[in-house]
C-alpha cells in the first residue's frame, strides 16, 4: 500500500455455490483519478462493489480502502467514503432535505452550504417526499448525500440512472473536481459514452475477470479506426501494408483508406514520404472497444 492507492483488491474472489462471480481481482485505484469499471449487467461489478464495502464476505482474497482491510476496519473506512448503490432506495415519506438531515447525522454534521450548491448544481428538489419524486429526481438526492461529506473516495454503481443529459453533463463535472482535487472516484457503469468523458482509467470485467485495465487514451490507440490519406500521387498500397497496426489498404478515388490499430506515429512516419496533402481519421470509442472485448459473449 502506498499513499497513492484509494483502493487495491489482491485476488479477490467470490462465489456463490457453483457460481463464480468475482475471479481473482487484483486492482489498484490511485488516488486522484477517475476509475471506470465496466461491464454489462452480471459481470460482477455489483459484486466487487459489495466487497469493497464488507456488505458481503469475499471467498478468498483482500481488500483495502485508503490503507484500511475492506473487513476489520470497514466503519473506519465508511466515515471516509461516499456510496450511491445500484439500487437505492430511501424513505418514501421523508422529503429530500429530511432525508439528507439524516445521512447527515449518521456523519456527524456536514456543510449545508455545500450541500444547497450540490443541490442547485443537481437542480434537486428537497422540498418533496422521496416517494412522490421520479426515479432520476430520487437519484440526485442519492448523489447529494454521496458527495456531501466531501469523501476521499466516491464509490457509484450506475449512478446516472435516470438523470437527463443536462444534469448527467453538471454531474460528469462534478466527478472531474473531486479528482482534481487529490480524491477518487470508482465509476461502475455500462454507459460507455460517460466512462469516455470523465475517466482516466478503464476496467473491464467479463464474467467475473478483470480482461483489460488501461488508459482511455491507451485503449483507444489500440483500437481500429480507419485513416484516409489524399495523396498529391498515386501511392501503392504495398507501402503501408508492412507497417505495424495496418489491417488493410484500399486506394480509390485517390484516397489511400487503412483500417489500423497500431500508433499513428508509425503511419505518419511512411506517409511523410510522400505528398500528402489531406489526412482524415475516424477514432474509435469506447463502446466500439468494449464490444470488441464482449463480441464472443458465450466464450467464459
Not at 461529506?149 to 438523470?163: F, Q, Y
Request: net charge negative.
Amino acid at each position: 500500500m502506498t499513499s497513492q492507492t484509494a483502493i487495491r483488491t489482491q485476488g479477490l474472489t467470490k462465489h456463490y455455490g457453483d457460481v463464480a462471480a468475482l475471479v481473482a481481482l487484483n486492482l489498484d485505484v490511485r488516488l486522484g483519478e477517475v476509475f471506470g469499471f465496466l461491464g454489462p449487467n452480471g459481470a460482477g461489478k455489483t459484486t466487487a462493489i459489495r466487497t469493497l464495502l464488507d456488505e458481503i464476505r469475499p471467498t478468498s482474497g483482500t481488500a483495502t480502502l485508503l490503507g484500511m482491510d475492506a473487513r476489520r476496519e470497514s466503519v473506519a473506512i465508511r466515515r471516509r467514503i461516499g456510496y450511491v448503490p445500484g439500487d437505492l432506495a430511501m424513505y418514501p415519506s421523508l422529503t429530500g432535505h429530511d432525508t439528507l438531515t439524516y445521512f447527515a447525522n449518521l456523519r456527524g454534521g456536514v456543510d449545508w452550504s455545500y450541500v444547497g450548491d450540490l443541490a442547485e448544481r443537481l437542480d434537486a428538489d428537497l422540498t418533496k417526499k422521496v416517494g412522490d419524486l421520479s426515479s432520476g429526481n430520487r437519484q440526485k438526492i442519492g448523489l447529494i448525500q454521496a458527495f456531501m461529506n466531501r469523501p476521499t473516495v466516491l464509490i457509484m454503481d450506475e449512478p446516472s440512472s435516470g438523470l437527463d443529459p443536462l444534469v448527467q453533463r453538471e454531474f460528469q463535472t462534478m466527478m472531474r473536481e473531486v479528482a482534481a482535487e487529490g480524491r477518487t472516484v470508482f465509476l461502475s457503469s455500462h454507459t460507455l459514452s460517460e466512462v469516455q468523458r470523465v475517466a482516466d482509467r478503464v476496467g473491464i470485467i467479463r464474467h467475473g475477470q478483470l480482461i483489460a485495465l488501461e488508459s482511455v487514451a491507451e485503449m483507444r490507440s489500440k483500437a481500429i479506426r480507419q485513416v484516409a490519406f489524399e495523396f498529391g500521387s498515386p501511392v501503392p498500397p504495398s507501402v503501408f501494408r508492412d507497417v505495424p497496426g495496418v489491417r488493410s489498404v484500399e486506394v480509390a478515388h485517390g484516397r489511400t483508406v487503412l483500417s489500423f490499430d497500431g500508433t499513428i506515429a508509425a503511419l505518419l512516419k511512411i506517409a511523410e514520404q510522400h505528398d500528402v496533402i489531406d489526412v482524415t481519421t475516424e477514432e474509435a470509442d469506447l463502446e466500439e472497444i468494449f464490444l470488441t472485448y464482449y463480441r464472443d459473449e458465450a466464450t467464459p
